[in-house]
């Protein structure tokens, strides 16, 4: 029998695969390309571009495309043959060096924000060596970036790069201070936590706004949700662990570490979570990852829903970033280490991150803004819209001392100076109450617990190596020009404690006290929404620290924040046209029929005999009549409030009113609709209900 190994990553041109059919000399340059980022030579490409070709046609693909994360949210690609015709009329599957470093989709498109006029339509894509082509069906996908002929980055995955580089570049420069010589560079890594909800596709096919807008827009309570926290780490039913068994392999060909997986609170939620690697890979494993979650649900009648918020009342869906930095060489800078020197080492790019955090919350909110994310913060099953950090007690007794000059308690009772005693050990936190943090801290890493499933991981990962690398350049132009290297060390841990230490809460983030705290006592961002959030990408501070380590031009960072609300808007409003279209061709006319059917049926009785009094009847047509004329009123008023809307051409304004006015009204909208579906013969609701849905799959 096949075993995992025999196909884990069979379908990855990997290190493995590179070694062993890449020319020694041809192998050597290329990963001096990968892990330094040096120039790669055209010979050098032209004999990768064969090798990967042979391999990839050795594995049936037939096609190669330049595979890439435009600013829509979705992974983009199209497809070319390897093909080429001979003179004699047949023909050979060709692969240059050319074709494998610059692709030129037509993007015409896709985003830009006004980054690319129209009649320059065609940006390009550049191969990245650093994350592995991979065989996706009989296509050969080479993970790429996109930017626009001026040089701009229309994707993800541009930035990204950038900001690993920067946080590689003063973080070598912290560690030359450290004596550290030999480590050639420092990545940050990313394992993510990915939640969905799996339905099967049956329901799913029933309900017109999972099909347009990934969540349901109406939906009355089911009489049993997660209150029993029963589905927790509960028995994984056989069609769902079908579904993970073969979904792990599916991952596995292509060299996804898929390691643990469980179901989740809500009803029909469950997560998968991978072994962490660097977070280029990751970002694109990850990507990958929800692709095929939803392509294996197919084969399996199932639909797997990554919406963040697909029902209301239960749990939304998220995604944890667990994230670290470390050396080439294997050290992980957020671990405490064994000696002094490596603990005030530690401390210092502790402070780093805590710094990072504070000064840029908003950046961070930023970066998991969407219309389906503004459901779920700080609705109680998420951390809030307010950003902060948790360091639990230990770690957090640690920086009081230094920050008070007091005896640390665990240390002999002296007084804590960095380079002359050991830290203890800090213990992952076991207790439950670190699950409320938006950003947590977990032993050696840190988990942001901010975004929404759907989310690329991406932007996440852009604002916080951007930010950390910030504060580590504060630190590393500070320390350099130290006369006493140990003293000023010394002073900027005890300087960031305390100039931050308002970010830092151990409490219950779901608390409602703790977010007047934190806005009114200590002063902390809560932007609620996207609209609220987005247009801060543009403040003075954000773009001055965003272009200053080059991951953004001014002109990208305006592009991004127009075509974040820009998608906002879209969003909602096709929410809202689904929900106008839903309540007045399938819910009205259904309560109207059901009234009718009522009301005939008591004058049937009443015909039989006038002394009965169908009191029961009378009460439901009224109220069901009520309900009725209150749905088409409402659904007339969301309508004049979309029009209202139409030609506002100022995107920030737009989205304002899409944020006030369109959700309230959709709101009202979904109340009547809900009440009526509790009152209404199952026989006549036009759509399955949640409790069909929650527990379809068995
Ligand atoms: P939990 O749900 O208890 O938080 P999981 O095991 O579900 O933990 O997920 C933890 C994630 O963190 C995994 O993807 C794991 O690979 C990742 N992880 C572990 N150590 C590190 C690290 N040093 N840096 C980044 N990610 C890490
Ligand atoms: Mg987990």
């Not at 990245?128 to 050969?140: M, Q, R, V």
């Not at 480590?183 to 017109?208: C, H, N």
């Not at 890979?281 to 990507?287: G, K, L, P």
């Not at 948790?390 to 007084?415: C, H, M, R, W």
Request: charged fraction near 25%.
């Amino acid at each position: 029998m096949e075993t995992v190994k025999d196909y884990f990553g069979s379908m990855v041109f990997d290190d493995r695969v590179m070694k062993s059919v890449l020319p020694d000399k041809v192998y050597k340059s290329l990963r001096k390309t990968i892990d330094e980022g040096k120039d790669l030579d055209i010979s050098v490409a032209n004999q990768v571009a064969e090798a990967m070709k042979d391999w990839a046609v050795s594995k049936g693909a037939t096609h190669f495309t330049h595979w890439f994360q435009p600013l829509t949210g979705i992974t983009a690609e199209k497809h070319d043959s390897f093909i080429t015709p001979t003179p004699d009329g047949s023909v050979i599957m060709e692969f240059s060096g050319k074709e494998l470093i610059k692709g030129e989709p037509d993007a015409s498109s896709f985003p830009s924000g006004g980054l690319r006029a129209t009649f320059e339509a065609r940006g390009y894509t550049a191969w990245d060596p650093t994350s592995y082509a991979f065989i996706k069906g009989k296509t050969l996908c080479i993970p790429t970036a996109f930017c626009s002929y001026g040089g701009h980055a229309l994707d993800k995955k541009t930035p990204l790069l950038r900001s690993m580089q920067a946080l590689n570049k003063q973080a070598l420069r912290i560690l030359r201070l450290f004596g550290n010589t030999t480590a050639k560079y420092v990545r940050s890594s990313v394992g993510p936590e990915q939640e969905y909800f799996l339905i099967t596709k049956e329901m799913y096919d029933q309900r017109p706004d999972l099909k347009f807008t990934g969540r349901t827009l109406f939906g009355a309570k089911p009489p049993k949700g997660q209150e029993m926290d029963d589905h927790y780490f509960g028995a994984i039913k056989p069609r769902v662990s079908e579904y993970m068994e073969d979904l792990n392999v599916e991952l596995w060909k292509l060299g996804i570490m898929a390691k643990t997986e469980h179901n989740e609170v809500a009803p029909a939620q469950h997560e998968l979570a991978p072994i962490y690697t660097t977070t280029n890979v990751a970002t694109d494993n990850n990507q990958l990852t929800m692709e095929i979650m939803q392509k294996v649900a197919t084969k399996h009648g199932l639909v797997c829903l990554l919406h963040e918020k697909p029902f209301a009342g239960v749990n939304g869906s998220g995604k944890h970033n667990n994230w670290s930095i470390s050396t080439d060489d294997g050290q992980n800078l957020l671990s405490p280490g064994e000696t002094p020197y490596e603990n005030a080492q530690f401390l210092l790019f502790l402070c780093a991150v805590i710094k990072a955090v504070d000064d840029y919350q908003d950046l961070l909110r930023i970066s998991v803004a969407t219309a389906g994310n503004d459901h779920r913060l700080g609705a109680n099953e998420a951390p809030p819209a307010v950003v902060s950090m948790f360091l639990g007690d230990e770690l957090d007794a640690v920086l009081s001392a230094i920050e008070n000059d007091t005896p640390y308690i665990d240390v002999g009772k002296t007084q804590m100076k960095l380079g002359v005693h050991v830290l203890p050990k800090f213990n992952r936190d076991t207790t439950d109450r670190n699950r409320t943090s938006p950003f947590a801290f977990t032993g050696n890493k840190f988990e942001f617990r901010m975004l929404g499933s759907s989310n690329s991981i991406a932007c996440a990962n852009i604002m916080l190596n951007s930010a950390v690398a910030e504060s580590l350049k504060i630190y590393a132009d500070r320390l350099e020009g130290a006369e006493d290297f140990e003293t000023a060390l010394h002073d900027m841990i005890k300087k960031t404690i305390k100039d931050h230490r308002r970010i830092i809460f151990n409490g219950n983030g779901y608390d409602e006290g703790w977010i007047r705290e934190a806005t009114e006592k200590r002063g902390l961002l809560n932007y609620r929404t996207t609209p609220d959030c987005m247009p801060h990408i543009l403040d003075k501070k954000n773009v001055d620290m965003l272009t200053s380590h080059k991951v953004f031009t001014e002109a990208e960072l305006k592009s991004r924040c127009e075509i974040m609300l820009e998608n906002y808007c879209k969003t909602v409003t096709i929410e809202a046209n689904t929900m106008v279209s839903m309540a007045r061709t399938q819910i009205a006319p259904a309560i109207e029929s059901f009234a009718a059917d009522t009301a005939g049926n008591a004058l049937t009785k009443k015909s039989l005999d006038p002394e009965i009094k169908c009191t029961g009847e009378t009460e439901l047509v009224k109220r069901l009549s009520a309900l009725s004329d209150s749905i088409r009123e409402k659904v007339k008023e969301l309508e004049d409030t979309l029009l209202s809307i139409k030609g506002t051409t100022d995107i920030i304004q737009e989205s304002a009113l899409i944020r006030d006015n369109v959700l309230a009204k959709m709101c009202e909208l979904r109340i009547v609709c809900d009440e009526a579906e509790t009152i209404t013969a199952k026989d006549y609701w036009p759509f399955p209900t949640y409790e069909d849905i929650l527990f379809s799959v068995r």
